[in-house]
């Protein structure tokens, strides 16, 4: 069994930044890949990013070139550094990782872009 750990959401202006984080209680390596979701009120939970275990990331079109995925194996711990943000980044974000066919998720961390 694992946990994810969800934190870094807040209240930022438009063009600022953020860096959430996702901290798992097991090595990072159990996981093929690790993922960053989205989801608002009015919208379907969307795929944000995700990072293999050989580190490789993949990005939603929306958010190519604003976001990066990293990971800290020393750490257990993913990170989803957010730049250039805009008020329809404005969701909860999630992560989520897989392991042995189960699916494992964070409790959410909310971001809101406003002026």
């Known amino acids: 069994q694992a946990q994810l750990v969800d934190s870094g959401g807040g209240l930022v202006q438009p063009g600022g930044s953020l860096r959430l984080s996702c901290a798992a209680s097991?090595?990072?390596?159990?996981?093929?890949?690790i993922c960053w979701y989205r989801q608002t009120t009015v919208k379907q939970r969307e795929w944000v990013a995700t990072i293999t275990s050989d580190s490789r990331a993949h990005y939603a079109d929306s958010v190519k070139g604003r976001f990066t995925i990293a990971r800290d194996t020393a750490k257990n711990t993913v990170y989803l550094q957010m730049n250039s943000l805009k008020p329809e980044d404005t969701a909860a974000y999630f992560c989520n990782a897989v392991m042995f066919g189960v699916e494992y998720w964070g409790q959410g961390t909310q971001v809101t872009v406003s002026s």
């Open positions: 097991r090595n990072i390596s159990s996981f093929y890949e």
